[in-house]
């Protein structure tokens, strides 16, 4: 059976009305992203950054998975399928689909400040007071900026021998993410699936690469049927 993997980041979820990481004014849901997605922020106004983030673990419970994350959970009737996956929704897990790797962390999930090791699923709100089976504080299981991915050496490992390499709803520019292609063999089919989707620098040198310039429900269809 062969492997695929596939890279997803915000698009895949914009798709189902969640808000994507930044826009262009270096913005997330009016806040500037080092208040709410750094350690500093959370150092200087914890109840800010916890409330930011319980806004958006509720929205999940209003969303529902797409046609796209749908799609990469069919791909499993017929290939090894496992996802990398920028995102810290769980609409991948919600589809169905088995093998899902957060780079970036859960929204579903809290951790301790003290121990990184510690780690619960939680659903509901985050608050001051909150704390772990070592009391200390708990905050979300983020990967801020500024903070090492933990991930990353099992994603590298996931892509080094797949056979078919799928890049979703992602611009490319985000690192260390977006190096990650660079680490799938050289035979390796890539098939790019973003609106903007283009040969950057991080692809240049990718021989077996497609460029699918569609939203992501909109492009995965489109490889279902000949893939």
């Known amino acids: 059976m062969k492997k695929i993997v596939a890279l997803t980041g915000a698009g895949i979820s914009a798709e189902s009305g969640i808000s994507t990481f930044r826009d262009a004014g270096g913005l997330w849901e009016g806040h500037d992203i080092m208040e709410v997605a750094s350690p500093e922020g959370f150092e200087k106004n914890p109840e800010l950054v916890l409330d930011f983030y319980n806004k958006r673990r509720a929205q999940l419970k209003e969303v529902l998975p797409n046609n ?4 990469l959970k069919t791909l499993e009737l017929n290939y090894h399928v496992q996802i990398i996956t920028q995102n810290v929704d769980d609409l991948h897990e919600r589809a169905g689909s088995t093998n899902v790797y957060h780079l970036h962390g859960e929204l579903r999930k809290v951790r301790s400040t003290k121990n990184p090791n510690l780690i619960y699923s939680w659903e509901d709100d985050l608050h001051l007071g909150d704390l772990c089976e070592e009391n200390a504080q708990l905050r979300p299981h983020i990967v801020w900026f500024g903070e090492a991915v933990p991930m ?20 490319m520019q985000v690192y260390p993410a977006a190096g990650l292609v660079g680490f799938a063999p050289s035979q390796a089919l890539v098939y790019y699936i973003d609106p903007k989707a283009q040969v950057n620098a991080e692809l240049s040198g990718i021989k077996n690469l497609h460029c699918i310039p569609k939203k992501a429900t909109e492009g995965m269809k489109e490889l279902l049927s000949f893939l």
């Not at 796209?68 to 799609?71: L, N, P």
């Not at 590298?156 to 611009?171: E, F, H, K, Q, R």
């Open 68 to 71: 796209a994350h749908i799609a």
């Open 152 to 171: 990353m050496e099992k994603a590298i490992t996931c892509i080094s021998d797949a056979d078919i390499v799928l890049i979703i709803g992602t611009s």
